[in-house]
DNA sequence: TAGATTGTTAATCGATTAACAATC
DNA sequence: TAGATTGTTAATCGATTAACAATC
């Protein structure tokens, strides 16, 4: 008798989601030094999670093993890249030219996995017109006509805490699918655009903050 | 009687010290705002977690709160501020003079909360004797002598994954307390050092995936 | 005092780990 | 076939949420 249930799609938990690109690492390497096969016993060694969960994961998308082999390193590194949707480009811009913009426009690898820089805007005069990695700095006026006619998916914000929500929304009216979110400000964006935050300086603060805390358990 | 038990510092999850910067962010705006008290419930309007998940963080800590009153801002906020480390000055310096490496020289943020860019190094000789922020770029063989004469405690790095383990052991026998890891490895250090990775192309994977997800969920 | 709101215990939920039958 | 290792179910662990007595 035939299954009639929607199959419905159990929703993954971000929590699995966060280990995929790590995973997709050591299975490139692996993969470049001309691994064939490896089991999940032997993954777990190698990145120091449990076997257990190394497989758990991975059959949340299906069986990509088999019974008495293992995992076939290739097949199981480009399956992982679709999951994660590297198999195929995504463009996207960055808002803001300053330091940190320009240099996340000159980061070559993001290319390599298929995040292409398509533009970069700011509302400083004296940067519009410079290029960054042969990409001109455009005026933050004309965001919303490039962001269309260039099939951008992605906006890498790195522009000040104050002008943040100002041109978030902005995005969100052009239909900007995902905010990469370096502004120190929680976005509020409708369901739909993803939102991923990189906060460096809460980054810095848990360090310090373990730095504190070994020095208390130890040291004195 | 007095309790005898060694008072056992509970060890406070990472999950909870991540929580922390963002309760710190929201708490500093508040009091710039001129609040002076706020109860749970509120703030949790405000950032979108539970009431009860405010209370019980805070009681990792201890009591910061008053019965029927709730929490005083300011006290709370300096408090939550020392637990993170941020109540003393933090010298730190940076591994690579890329671009990556130049912005965060140049981030000015961090000097805000304590944390003082001293010096920057790279290998090559072109960039060495060059400034970031007024900081001299050195040459990445006075990296040791610098580290123990300089009171450094955190090192940045910004280096490719190539040379990163070379530096990272050089660091670790000099002493260096943290790590902040924007290079694309896995790092391998004594217990003792902390290591906060920063994986950009990681987040940029994760808005990948999840953008993915939402277009099949719902366009299709 | 009455009302508000914490601190804290108990209940629930979700994620990780262990175990093992299925199967290559 | 025997050995290896997955896929998957069950057990455990930890984190979040709910509930409420303590107390300001």
């Known amino acids: 008798m035939e299954e009639r249930e929607e199959k419905e799609e159990k929703e993954i938990s971000q929590a699995v989601i966060g280990r995929l690109p790590r995973y997709f690492r050591y299975l490139g390497e692996l993969r470049d030094d001309g ?6 016993q032997e993954l777990s060694g190698r990145m120091k999670v449990t076997a257990s969960q190394i497989r758990q994961d991975f059959n ?19 399956e992982i890249g679709k999951i994660l949707g590297l198999d195929r480009n995504h463009n996207f811009v960055i808002i803001g030219a300053g330091n940190l913009g320009r240099a996340l426009g000159n980061y070559l690898n993001f290319e390599s996995r298929g995040f292409l820089f398509k533009g970069i805007f700011d509302c400083d005069e004296r940067l519009v ?6 990409v001109k700095i455009r005026d ?4 919303e006509a490039f962001v269309r006619d ?8 790195t522009v000040p805490k104050a002008s943040a929500e100002e041109i978030v929304e902005r995005l969100v009216r052009t239909g900007i699918r995902a905010i990469w979110n370096f502004a120190h400000v929680d976005l509020n964006v409708p369901e739909g655009v993803q939102v991923e935050n990189v906060h460096l300086s809460d980054s810095l603060m848990k360090l310090s903050y373990n ?10």
């Open 140 to 143: 933050i006026r004309e965001l």
């Open 150 to 157: 260039n099939d951008i998916e992605i906006a890498a914000l």
């Open 211 to 220: 730095i504190n805390r070994y020095m208390k358990e130890n040291d004195r």
């Open 129 to 134: 017109g410079r290029e960054v990695r042969g």
């Open 35 to 40: 691994v064939e096969r490896i089991s999940s």
């Open 60 to 78: 949340n998308f299906g069986g990509f093993g088999q019974q008495g082999y293992g995992y076939n390193v290739e097949y199981l590194y480009n």
